[in-house]
């Protein structure tokens, strides 16, 4: 399958965006008059400069509002037409998209529209163009593609067709299905578009709120499949206008918007039972370890000790450290010479670890490197998102990474019995949409519904991705794009938070003060016994509940931007007590401001 | 008039809140439930804060969703009440908020929500607390404050009336004239918000998109005219929930908070006839002068030459320079050690300009000063937004500040004759909203629709602020927060574009260049003539066309962050050459990086 994206997609001029666009990987490109115009390069130089990058240009939008009108408009219609075609002459475009008018059209007849059409065909045939019309969503007399169809059907000329966009078809509600009733030499072009569920007027929706296939709402597998079973054999193009992606590096962005394509035309192919060059996904059955990366985690080891992990080995060739708790495995990697402390990589339990790594880079993702000596295990990997890097192992008993680690002490009675419950990592805003895409493409993980959560700061949004079972779960946040970036966080699960934190304090762990007026709602709103609502109080404790059951929690205070959190979760409590998420960062950031 | 505003309208803590709202002058707070349980500060603590900084508060917002419940519910509510009362009783808040339930309720009967409500006045009497019942735009059964007052009535308890937001009122499209029917003494609050006209879900617009009065699109001014009318003599409060407010400096934004406030207010008193302490608008009759500020303006001198501004002379006792070109007064001022170019201030002629400036401080604008010297001409004036000082000027034939500029030249036949015909402000975006409260509220001018532009960096947000005559217009410019500042730029109108461009061009002014697609592109949408079109291309110009008439303009390359416009308007053509700001966004980037 061909792919193309619409210039309107990227930042920057028309000759960076030919550039990144080429550079990612794409076959083709949609050529905007809106970038040809400002662009001190001719036509002439655009045609050269795409040929020698081996981009075909597969779409030209040069003007819009034709049919549906009076004889004087048509006319200058007509002479508008003829003047961009000569534009499109020297580009060497031969096909043109034409929407449908929302703005001259005052006749609201399929057979004018159609008669107009033809001679717009007619006209365009002069210079070998074909014309692809389509229903735009606020189009005034024609916005479902069905009338579309329609009118192309009556004009009958050979060198007019439909092209569909998912974004007009799929916001308007309109049943794809019937995409498959149209001739397949009519359908000249498919252009693609994500976009979150919103209840807003369509136009500002898609103007400003489009995304990459599988980082919004829109079912486009099953859109796509409809296209291709009807015999589309043209690009999978991008039409994605959004507000982010118009200031965010030009060349991130392409790369990015290639990888939505792969993902895409991949799920279509599963879905339909069509062979794909791409491995089938890999769901992870749990999370193998979580790595922090720093030059001194000193205070981090010494938090770990204190809520009941035990020292699990040093790594025989690596100045690594393993801490164990239960199932939990978090590993400190000592760096010389490295800012702050992050979340350096995240390991995953799947049924094939080498098909899973191969699948990321045929999406594309870059392959992650570890030096490993003779003997050593070697998890295969890529980089993910913000610098994280993803690896993935199909252990056995017999055969682990853990076999590396040596001098680790034995678990007592005292020690912590846990298992990571999710893991939470910041996003600065350019990079948010693109690691959704990254976690349903490479790690096979579904989003949960987005929230948004007032801090002192500004909101914060929250996103979930997560396996069905909730065994993988990470936890992606936003801050608004003045805010410096929040701190990433572990929470490990445990039975019994109560007692973790009890020992926590008596080896003197720090904990997050939590003010009294947190308890005093609490008790308003849940009308807690008073012996639980004393002891959480004392401790420090967080509480919320859902319709399932309820939730305890605790934090560390943050150290180099990374903190830990325990909880437990009750009779099948399934959130992340986000009703908290405001006390916490208030705290946090009292804390912060009265220690540092 | 009392002030107050609800503390969820500001970024920070709780603490940091109350002291910015003293600080900007309110007499009052609305303090919400989420500000306070995330503080470390004990209720008794907050109240003595309150007492010691001068401050009331007016008004808690503890819970939600209480009435139109099966009884099992109403146990339970009636418990979170009677708990949060307690809170309240700590506090020392005698008004309770209560806005319509929008989740739990099950009983679309008014009579069931007014006997509810009773028993909830009945406990609420225990702590002598008032509840003040609001209909949310959203509210399950009630949503429209007529009902709110029909059930407050049937209740008939003397601690409980009607909460009115004029959100809430006015989204719905609701008639605010039935709000004079409701009596004076059930009036227990007022909250006060602005908005843009959206289309998009309701709640989503309330809570992202509300703005202080006097920045977005709603009769604000009639909405407080009726409350006062009817005879509600409680505070005006501000209830503005905002992504932007939300992480913006806490003080700065208090201070344009209250400002909002003294603006409205003073608009009911204009528009009732009723007295007010401040004086009347002063609205400008034309642009006196406008001033450039910089270490070194040579190049913008040599450019003002060579467009045909005449020198007008040296002022006698300050390092400032006068160039003319009919009506239009640029200033030069060189001050050593300043940053960049700059626009330093805004030179307005109205009927009195003492008065304009006792307006402007009594609304909240601090007061310029600059230093003059004995027999000079002392301007009154205040800081505008963006370091910009405004001075007013009601200038007499005997009597102008121009008699201080001594030295000048005698205008020619070869002088440019022409009118500042609008300057163009860049903001970043925490002060856009706040700059169109203080052109309204201060300058005496309207605004136009808002609009948005594709620029190479983003979208880019354009708001015209303008006199109805047109004689004076401001164009705000935004760019995404992430893109830096836009270049200001003062536009001169004159009657012959394309004299006034061959002379620069001959006298060596370097041009924008303008590419030759651009050309193409005129060509196809207007059909110009092949000799204008030869013409515009020779010369670098650009061509709009509206309904009236049409447009030629044309550009300097910006210095230091400031260019020139040279416009001419044609059989009354009213905009600013919108459709051509993407190609000179394009030209200018271009431009820049070839040059720097």
Redesign the interface.
């Known amino acids: 399958m061909r792919t193309s994206i619409a210039t309107v997609c990227l930042?920057?001029?028309l000759v960076e965006k030919l550039h990144a666009i080429a550079e990612a990987g794409f076959d083709g490109v949609e050529i905007m008059?809106?970038d040809?115009?400002?662009?001190?390069?001719?036509?002439e130089e655009i045609r050269a400069l795409c040929a020698r990058l081996g981009l075909t240009i597969d779409l030209f939008q040069?003007?819009r509002d034709f049919e549906g009108v009076d004889e004087v408009t048509l006319a200058?219609n007509l002479?508008?037409a003829r003047?961009?075609f000569e534009?499109m002459d020297r580009l060497g475009a031969k096909m043109i998209l034409l929407c449908s008018n929302v703005a001259t059209a005052t006749i609201a007849d399929h057979e004018v529209a159609a008669e107009q059409l033809g001679q717009l065909a007619d006209l365009a045939s002069e210079y070998g163009i074909s014309i692809a019309y389509e229903a735009l969503a606020w189009g005034r007399y024609v916005s479902d593609y069905r009338d579309a169809w329609k009118i192309v059907q009556l004009a009958d000329r050979p060198n007019l067709g439909v092209c569909l966009d998912s974004f007009h078809v799929l916001s308007r509600g309109h049943d794809p299905r019937e995409i498959e009733a149209i001739d397949a030499e009519k359908l000249f072009f498919l252009q693609l578009a994500d976009a979150p569920h919103?209840?807003?007027?369509i136009l500002?929706w898609s103007r400003h709120h489009r995304l990459f296939p599988g980082e919004g709402d829109f079912d486009l597998i099953s859109f796509v499949s409809h296209m291709i079973r009807a015999g589309y054999r043209g690009p999978l193009s991008l039409e994605v206008f959004n507000?982010t992606f118009?200031?965010t590096d030009v060349r991130r962005t392409a790369k990015h918007a290639l990888r939505s394509l792969r993902w895409l035309y991949d799920r279509a192919c599963a879905a339909n039972s069509w062979e794909s060059k791409i491995d089938a996904p890999q769901p992870p059955r749990a999370i193998d370890f979580v790595e922090l990366t720093g030059e001194d985690l000193g205070e981090i080891e010494q938090a770990l000790h204190q809520l009941g992990f035990v020292f699990g080995g040093r790594h025989r060739s690596k100045p690594v450290r393993l801490w164990q708790a239960g199932e939990a495995n978090v590993i400190l990697n000592e760096q010389p010479r490295t800012q702050g402390t992050r979340l350096g990589s995240l390991g995953l339990l799947v049924d094939d670890a080498e098909a899973a790594k191969r699948r990321a880079v045929a999406i594309g993702a870059p392959a992650a490197f570890r030096r490993t000596y003779e003997g050593e295990y070697d998890l295969p990997g890529v980089l993910a998102t913000e610098g994280i890097e993803v690896f993935w192992n199909a252990r056995t008993a017999e055969e682990s990474w853990r076999d590396e680690f040596e001098g680790g002490s034995t678990p007592g009675t005292e020690s912590m019995r846990g298992v990571i419950d999710h893991i939470n990592i910041a996003y600065p805003?350019?990079e948010f949409d693109e690691a959704v895409l990254f976690h349903t493409s490479t790690l096979a993980l579904g989003a949960e519904p987005a929230s948004e959560l007032?801090g002192?700061?500004?909101?914060v949004r929250s996103q979930v991705m997560r396996t069905d079972d909730g065994v993988v779960r990470i936890a992606m946040n936003l801050a608004?794009?003045?805010?410096p970036l929040l701190p990433r966080h572990i929470a490990v699960r445990v039975d019994d938070a109560i007692s973790v934190a009890r020992r926590a304090k008596e080896r003197g762990l720090p904990f997050l003060?939590i003010?009294?007026?947190?308890y005093?709602?609490l008790?308003?709103?849940f009308?807690l016994d008073a012996e639980l609502l004393a002891e959480l109080q004392e401790l420090d404790l967080f509480y919320d509940r859902d319709e399932q059951g309820s939730f305890l929690h605790f934090y560390t205070p943050v150290v180099d931007q990374v903190f830990l959190e325990v909880v437990q979760r009750i009779d099948g409590y399934d959130g992340y007590g986000a009703a908290n998420a405001?006390?916490r960062?208030?705290?946090q950031?009292?804390f912060e401001s009265e220690t540092a």
Chains 1, 2 share one sequence.
């Open positions: 930042s920057g001029g008059d809106s040809l115009v400002p662009a001190a390069e001719s036509p040069p003007f200058d002479r508008r003047a961009k534009i919103m209840q807003m007027d500002s507000d118009r200031q805003w350019q007032p002192p700061r500004g909101l608004p794009p003045t805010a003060p003010p009294d007026n947190y005093d709602d008790e308003a709103r009308g405001p006390v960062l208030t705290a950031r009292t």
